[in-house]
């Protein structure tokens, strides 16, 4: 019985220990998380421009002690740099964000998000980007709809002869618009023609949207959104297309609200914070 006793308080001891450890382990994991997450929000708080230490340690409600041990922290590591406004984005941020920027996949990203808006709607959605003065279809998901939209992703068009393309030149200037419209057009377009563009175009742009009807005769009808990056530039555009007797004038308003909500998703998943 004695050695019994003994043992089971030996064991007693060890699972004492044991309990003891994991808590402490527990509680040092917890600190670090919250350590990890109070520099987090100082990188939130830099991200609009140079701070000083003092002044997020109040805005953070940390003690000033606090700010400055983990600004120094993070400088260390070229995360933080110093100018003489207080603490700014670093070098080592930079460097990231040019990666990360380098290695997305609009394709792999915007998919789910294509795939969930064909659903919703029936309709052929699409995916581009602008190379230079023309447009590229990057992907396609077709839809529920009989009518199947004859694009095809690699399909190459002028920039500003489709609904993608058009989408893809929101930001570009009036003089822009007139150039690649005379070039989609062989040089051959009149001054009214020209002056219609540019007047569709303002339209689109204060609507931030695309209602394009095709110029081939096929009788296709897309509605196109522009979709940002991090540094808030149009990276790609996704649109949908059917005949234009299903995509009504009616149905268009709904319809663009969620291609919209589509394009801020995928903007979203690359970088885009939207507009400050």
């Known amino acids: 019985m004695g050695r019994i006793r003994g043992r089971d308080i030996m064991q007693d001891g060890e699972d004492k220990q044991q309990r003891d450890g994991q808590q402490k382990d527990g509680q040092e994991a917890v600190k670090g998380t919250q350590t990890l997450m109070r520099a987090l929000d100082i990188m939130d708080e830099v991200i609009d421009g140079p701070i000083r230490a003092a002044d997020l340690a109040r805005k953070l409600g940390m003690s000033k002690t606090t700010a400055h041990r983990l600004v120094q922290a993070l400088k260390s590591r070229n995360y933080l740099a110093v100018t003489r406004d207080g603490f700014a984005l670093g070098p080592k941020l930079l460097q990231l964000g040019v990666l990360a920027t380098e290695q997305i996949d609009y394709v792999r990203v915007a998919r789910p998000f294509m795939e969930l808006l064909?659903?919703?709607?029936?309709?052929?959605?699409?995916?581009?980007?602008?190379?230079?003065?023309?447009?590229?279809?990057?992907?396609?998901?077709?839809?529920?709809?009989?009518?199947?939209?004859a694009t095809a992703p690699g399909d190459r068009r002028p920039v500003a002869e489709t609904g993608l393309g058009k989408a893809l030149l929101l930001d570009e200037d009036e003089a822009g618009w007139e150039r690649l419209y005379v070039e989609a057009k062989n040089g051959k377009a009149t001054p009214g023609q020209i002056q219609a563009f540019v007047t569709e175009m303002r339209a689109h742009k204060a609507r931030g949207e695309v209602l394009h009807d095709s110029e081939l005769g096929d009788g296709v009808r897309s509605i196109a959104i522009p979709i940002r990056d991090a540094k808030g530039q149009i990276c790609i555009a996704i649109s949908i297309a059917s005949a234009a007797h299903y995509l009504t004038d009616e149905l268009r308003p709904g319809l663009a609200e969620q291609v919209m909500k589509s394009a801020e998703q995928i903007g979203a998943a690359v970088g885009y914070a939207g507009p400050r």
Request: with cysteine.
């Open 118 to 149: 064909s659903e919703r709607t029936g309709f052929c959605v699409f995916v581009g980007k602008r190379e230079g003065d023309w447009s590229r279809h990057l992907d396609r998901v077709t839809g529920t709809q009989r009518l199947r939209v």
